[in-house]
């Protein structure tokens, strides 16, 4: 059965996010690429995006958060992580550091960490909020491909989903740079160059 394909206005978003708190997953877009959501405290939720992704058990996903409030309710957040934080947020860089909220599915945890970013992308925020200020975000494509960018690329690649939230093209169109705020290291460089980070740390020491 094909997605419902909701449209990006204030309806659509709401439809989305009731989707969500039902138990739904959801294809949605960010200011990097699109994304694959649901609700990160529903275990049968997260095993369909595992499953529609292909992604192996063991390799955590992101989560997404309205506002660096939301996202020191999910993870522990020092001082350097608050740094980056209020320099790159709202934007795509991914946080790495321990998860604070137990409640969380172990499916989205690595070595007791988990990944949180506020993306910069009004009508993601507007979902996100809407889906209690957390929602997972995971890009949408089959683990080991390139990520999608818009709806139609989403629908052509995944198989399973409930919506698709279609707001046209992904901003960056590249996925985010991931840090790892125990190792002090990234983890990958993304949108956001290695260059960029380290500038803002050496300003951080």
């Known amino acids: 059965m094909l997605p419902l394909l ?3 206005n204030e309806q659509g978003i709401a439809r989305a996010a009731t989707i969500v708190r039902e138990g739904g997953v959801i294809a949605y877009p960010t200011d990097t690429v699109y994304g694959l959501g649901c609700d990160p405290y529903n275990e049968d939720a997260v095993e369909r995006v595992f ?38 947020w709202p934007g795509a ?10 409640k969380i599915s172990s499916r989205i945890v690595k070595d007791g960490k988990v990944g949180v970013r506020v993306p910069n992308h009004e009508h ?7 889906c209690n200020g957390v929602l997972v975000g995971t890009s949408a494509n089959p683990s080991g491909m390139s990520p999608a960018v818009n709806a139609m690329q ?25 840090y790892d705020v125990e190792k002090g290291m990234i983890i990958r460089e993304g949108a956001i160059a290695r260059e960029e980070l380290e500038r803002c740390l050496m300003e951080y020491r």
């Not at 991914?94 to 137990?102: E, G, N, P, Q, V």
Request: aromatic residues 2%; hydrophobic residues 50%; glycine residues 6%.
């Open 6 to 8: 909701l449209q990006c």
């Open 51 to 88: 499953r529609i992704k292909g992604r192996e058990e063991g390799k955590a996903v992101p989560l997404l958060c309205a506002s660096v409030k939301d996202a020191m309710r999910i993870a522990y957040m020092d001082e350097r992580a608050l740094v980056l934080a209020r320099h790159f």
């Open 93 to 102: 860089l991914t946080i790495l550091a321990r998860l604070k909220d137990a």
């Open 124 to 130: 993601a925020l507007r979902l996100i909020s809407l």
């Open 154 to 178: 989403v629908m052509a690649m995944l198989n399973g989903l409930d919506a698709i939230l279609d707001c046209g093209e992904a901003n960056i169109g590249k996925a985010s740079t991931v």
